[in-house]
């Protein structure tokens, strides 16, 4: 990890690397011509886990001089943005991440002024941040300080400067952090190339520095420089041009801060198979059997996709996984679930048996089942899960064919419980259904399977294999998936209800379909069969609500699964109002044209026997 802010003047970075991202830093600031410098910036390279999920930052910020802890604002916003964006979850997008931070960070700062009078805001900043991450920049900026890109020897302000010119010719900043309860940011998204240069700068430079005199400086530095340039030769250069602003009359403090980039994971798609495929798949094991310190207990289950395996830990330098786990003569059962030789070639099912492994084991909840990677250094590809005694949702549901609709909803809240922690996680299941749910011996309720989860800050990046297909089961797969192959939490929702529905009834609220029938076009071909043609002693009240949940247009779904839960825990009043308010053809269409068809048979028997 290495740290580059205002404070320091050398920075280690990471040499430069083929298919992997790279940056240099390299950055100056000085009071210039006024007593006190209120500028600050700030440079990051985390570990490289964190590479992966979150990216490397730059921030500026220009602390504004009416402020009497301006310096402090700007200090406090660079340095603390950057702790704590890399301190939210690493599964959340890099936009969320960002918004998140930089609104807690504005109430802070807001806060800070005199409850009855915040016009005398005390901690004030510009604000500027540019965060790298795959091959794509996230820019986030408020206030006067710029980011800058210079490509193919020409230069671009990225930012647009949050001020105006008043008559008598000076300059008002209409946005800064700490300025207003309801803070607003510019935010934009620009693809990264090896070789690019980005600039932030306060006003104290750019405004006294033509594109032309920086232009010049940069093309100087990459035509001297044979490989990418060194931190110290980045650092040496912003140097330069503030002391180069100074003597174009710059009277205000002045700062610099060059971002270079050595190298991005531009990779082709061959590469990244490559990667994926070398890990060997262990061969079908046998009771007895032995792996990297793991004994087959009891074969589980075999299928064509994946093994489960109960194994108990034979190696004593083992950590035992799973605190909560079983045991069997003192020795720590687990269940050891491995892919398939059937598809050993098939990088697409790999990147999800890794993916879900990679969430395994940076998500903990009760219903959620645990996960631990393969030992370090092992050559083989597997997972070691928490063991869980108990059978699966088909299996309970196949033991209870008519359940109450108490027992349903004491299932389908802890499943929704689980679901929400995906959601906050920015997560997306996908593939929710009977067999991927477990119910242990005490009726707790575990996700068992989660490989084909939609991760939001992995799916930002390019290394990654792109889904031509929808990702989940026939049937309990959303219709906005099938049609688009987009999926959020009310996809979610969706595969949820269908669940629902099928433990009342057994059957499935639309007519069950194979994939080579799929061949809807949008949503209107979806016709829901009311719960009440299988279970006639089901209320109106909770066909309604799966009806709502289960709504092929998602605009149509509920939004929430608190609103779901709430109109299965009681009967829904103003829906079942609007349900009685509606013509019977629409309430039901079958109903009525059955009514219709035994009323013109009457008509035909009369007329005949006339």
């Known amino acids: 990890m290495s740290v580059k802010s205002s404070q320091d003047k050398t920075v280690t970075s990471p040499k430069p690397s083929k298919n992997k991202l790279s940056l240099s830093f390299g950055g100056y600031s000085c009071a ?48 603390q943005f950057i702790n704590d964006y890399y301190a939210t979850p690493e599964t959340w997008s890099t936009q969320k991440s960002a918004a998140k931070v930089l609104t807690s960070l504005n109430q802070w700062l807001y806060s800070q002024s005199d409850g009855m009078n915040k016009q005398s805001a005390e901690w004030l900043t510009t604000f500027s941040a540019l965060i790298v991450k795959s091959s794509t920049g996230y820019i986030f900026h408020v206030g006067d300080t710029r980011i800058s890109l210079f490509r193919q020897n020409k230069i671009s302000a990225i930012t647009h400067d949050h001020n105006r010119k008043q008559s008598h010719g000076h300059t008002v900043l209409t946005r800064a952090l700490g300025a207003d309860s309801r803070l607003k940011v510019d935010v934009h998204q620009v693809d990264i190339q090896a070789g690019d240069i980005y600039l932030l700068t306060c006003d104290g430079l750019h405004e006294y520095l033509t594109d032309k005199q920086i232009s010049a400086a940069l093309l100087k530095l990459k035509r001297q420089a044979d490989s990418p340039p060194t931190n110290l030769a980045l650092e040496q250069l912003s140097q330069q041009l503030t002391q180069l602003a100074i003597e174009h009359g710059s009277d205000d403090n002045v700062s610099c801060l060059l971002v270079y980039i050595n190298s991005t994971p531009n990779r082709e798609l061959i590469e990244i198979e490559r990667d994926l495929l070398s890990k060997t798949i262990p061969p079908a094991l046998s009771i007895g059997m032995k792996l990297d310190g793991y004994k087959v207990c009891k ?55 890794m993916r879900e492994a990679w969430l395994g084991e940076r998500i903990s909840h009760q ?148 994939r080579a029938e799929v061949y809807f076009n949008d949503y209107t071909q979806w016709q829901y069969r009311s719960i009440k043609q299988f279970r006639g002693d089901l209320p109106l009240w909770l066909d309604l609500a799966l009806e709502k949940s289960t709504k092929a247009d998602p605009s149509l779904r509920y939004h929430a699964f608190s609103e779901f839960n709430a109109d299965l825990n009681k009967p829904n009043l103003s829906a079942i109002a609007d349900y009685n308010s509606q013509p019977i053809m629409q309430r039901n269409p079958v109903q009525f044209w059955q009514g219709v068809s035994a009323l013109l048979f009457i008509v035909l028997v009369i007329v005949l026997a006339n």
């Not at 590479?51 to 402090?72: F, L, P, Q």
């Not at 989660?450 to 797969?477: F, H, K, R, W």
């Open 32 to 79: 210039g011509k006024k007593a006190h410098n209120q500028d600050a910036f700030a440079a990051l390279i985390p570990q490289k886990s964190d590479i992966v999920s979150k990216g490397i930052i730059a921030a500026i910020a220009d602390g504004v001089s009416s402020a009497s802890k301006a310096a402090e604002a700007a200090q406090l916003s660079v340095t």
């Open 299 to 353: 074969i589980i289950h075999a299928s064509t996709r994946s093994h489960l395996y109960l194994v108990e830990s034979v190696d004593e330098d083992l950590v035992e996984e799973f605190a909560d786990n079983e045991t069997k003569n003192n020795k720590t059962l687990s269940v050891l679930k491995v892919p398939s030789e059937n598809f050993s070639d098939d990088p697409l099912y790999l990147q999800g048996f």
């Open 367 to 514: 219903h959620i089942m645990k996960i631990k990677t393969a030992k370090v250094n092992s050559p083989f590809l597997y997972h070691v899960c928490e063991y869980i005694n108990g059978q699966t949702l088909s299996q309970w549901m196949f033991d209870n064919p008519q359940p109450s609709i108490a027992q349903v909803r004491n299932i389908i809240q802890q499943i929704t419980l689980a679901l929400r922690a995906f959601q906050r996680l920015e997560l997306v299941h996908r593939d929710l259904k009977p067999d991927n749910i477990m119910i242990d011996n005490n009726g707790q309720i575990k996700l068992i399977d989660y490989g084909t989860v939609l991760i939001a800050s992995l799916a930002e990046n390019c290394d990654t294999i792109n889904e031509t297909v929808p990702q989940g089961t026939m049937n309990y797969i959303a219709p906005e998936t099938l049609l688009s192959l987009k999926a959020d939490h009310q996809s979610d929702l969706f595969s949820l209800g269908v669940i629902a529905y099928e433990m009342l009834c057994g059957e499935l609220p639309y007519k069950p379909m194979r």
